[in-house]
């Protein structure tokens, strides 16, 4: 009997950290050309927070497929455009 209380508590809190666990994560991308922007964001919580993050790099890889930068990417010269032309703060 005290070894199946010691499995359960060990199947329990080993199982508690990925249930519990959330993860909110955002990407900010910008086209260099137009200046339009794209974010791909999501949240989730216990399963679905892995799900998060394969979400956020498919909408990622897809709009940089499309010519989209990572806002933490652009060059100085991407940079230095955009703000002339009044589309970055």
Not at 24 to 36: D, F, I, Q, R, W
Not at 66 to 88: F, I, N
Request: aromatic share 6%.
């Amino acid at each position: 009997m005290k070894s199946l209380k010691r499995i359960s508590f060990l199947v329990l809190t080993s199982w508690l950290p990925i249930v519990s666990a959330c993860s909110s994560h955002s990407v900010t991308l910008v086209h260099p050309h137009t200046g339009a922007t794209v974010e791909c964001s999501g949240s989730g919580f216990g399963l679905g927070a892995g799900w998060v993050e394969s979400y956020i790099n498919d909408c990622t890889r897809r709009n940089e497929d499309r010519g989209y930068v990572r806002a933490d990417q652009l060059t100085p010269e991407q940079r230095s455009e955009l703000r002339k032309r009044g589309l970055l703060p």
